[in-house]
């Protein structure tokens, strides 16, 4: 299984969570666990761009083949980046053992074509 | 004029600044070549998120975090895959690569076999950790540890 998943981590603002699985499960991704978190700022900097910072943040974690990585980056970042509301923040993160996946979604890692 | 006299100034300080801590971050920058650490992240119920802990913690992990969350899996995905609730559990565990393959069949028995313990796990590996203390703790090296006369 090595080499075949990602983790993407999403933080957005509390509340955006769904949106961010929403995005993410249109392409193909399973389902993720989401988690509540606090964020910091440095409230210098919110000053000078002009934007604040909500600290209550939620936590998108989504395990994804390969295959569609860039493909749920990137509806996550039209549906709940930066420049909407969610304020989210996606970065993946390379995986390098992977257990407990459902043999379904082990299948539509090993072929992505049939996803489509 | 003034601008960019004050750019060529502060070019000078950076280059000063970094000739002399250079060298010492050189110095004690160390490449873990063999048994690097990483951090496992399982994802179970929360019933069981203590169970798992210290079955982790049996594999030499001296630091484990566990958050709270919830899946996002749809009714109808949860009711295929045998679960019940959303509410889950998030361990985070630091763990030496060579204890990796162990764990991962470990639990993978375990997700398999016990009721309601069902779950996802995976590993990511470190690039980095500041200080030798803080990387014999996580990777439960005793032997740098100095003895309290």
Redesign the interface.
């Known amino acids: 299984m090595d080499g075949k998943?990602e983790?993407i981590f999403c933080i957005v603002n509390a509340g955006y969570?769904?949106l961010v699985?929403d995005a993410a499960k249109e392409v193909g991704a399973?389902?993720?666990?989401?988690?509540?978190?606090r964020g910091t700022a440095n409230k210098e900097a919110e000053q000078y761009f002009k934007i604040t910072i909500q600290p209550e943040k939620d936590?998108?974690?989504i395990?994804v083949p390969l295959s569609i990585k860039d493909a749920v980056l990137h509806a996550i970042y039209k549906s709940a980046g930066l420049k909407t509301e969610g304020q989210g923040i996606a970065f993946s993160?390379?995986?390098?053992?992977?257990?407990?996946?459902?043999p379904?979604s082990l299948s539509n890692a090993e072929n992505p074509e049939q996803n489509k | 004029m003034s601008e960019i006299k004050a750019a060529r100034l502060r070019r000078k300080k950076v280059e000063a600044a970094t000739e002399t801590s250079a060298p010492e971050l050189v110095a004690g920058r160390n490449t873990v070549k063999s048994n690097r650490l990483?951090l496992l992240?399982t994802?179970v119920g929360r019933s069981k998120a203590e169970y798992y802990a210290d079955l982790i913690q049996s594999l030499d992990v001296n630091m484990q975090v566990t958050?709270?969350?919830?899946?996002?899996?749809?009714a109808k995905?949860l009711v295929?895959?045998g679960l019940d609730n959303s509410e889950?559990a998030?361990i985070f565990s630091i763990i030496q690569e060579n204890k990796?393959?162990e764990a991962?069949s470990m639990?993978?028995e375990k997700?398999k076999t016990i009721k309601d313990g069902?779950?996802?796990?995976?590993?990511?590996?470190l690039s980095s950790v500041i200080g030798t203390l803080i990387f014999s703790f996580l990777s439960n090296t005793r032997i740098t540890v100095k003895e309290d006369k």
């Open positions: 998943y983790a969570s769904e699985m399973r389902g993720g666990t989401v988690i509540h978190a936590i998108v974690m395990l993160l390379h995986v390098d053992d992977v257990v407990g996946l459902s379904l | 990483k992240i994802v958050a709270f969350g919830h899946g996002t899996a749809d995905m295929l895959l889950k998030v990796v393959p991962v639990l993978e997700f069902k779950g996802v796990a995976f590993t990511v590996p």
